[in-house]
């Protein structure tokens, strides 16, 4: 699992992944069916960002399906707009660190580590 500190970054990294995994497929030439994205908080607040395209719609990622077809094209072709996808996202998705490199949707409550974190979380 790699994470990015920005969403273009994440979306850069992700074109990238996908033309080294289609070889000889060039980026005019690819057909991307499914734009996935998965956003992270970290214990420490920084925000990060992953993504994947996948050629077939309904394939299994890390990140959770966004955007399909055409739409997914655009962002792997560059035209997209990054605030639209950021207002896009549904923060009760967003995935929190609650200890070192284990995230979860919530923190868990039947620890003390975990209602810190909560505390935490309520506080940003």
Known sequence: MTMYATLEEAIDAAR???????????????????????????????????????????????????????????VFDGDYDEIEIRQEWQEENTLHEWDEGEFQLEPPLDTEEGRTAADEWDER
């Open 16 to 74: 990238e992944e996908f033309l080294a995994d289609n070889p000889g497929l060039e980026q005019d030439e690819a057909n991307v069916q499914q734009f996935n994205v998965q956003k992270y908080v970290l214990q420490d607040g920084d925000i990060m960002w992953q993504v994947e395209f996948f050629a077939d719609e309904g394939e299994d990622g890390e990140c959770l399906p966004m955007l399909s077809g055409e739409a997914a094209q655009s």
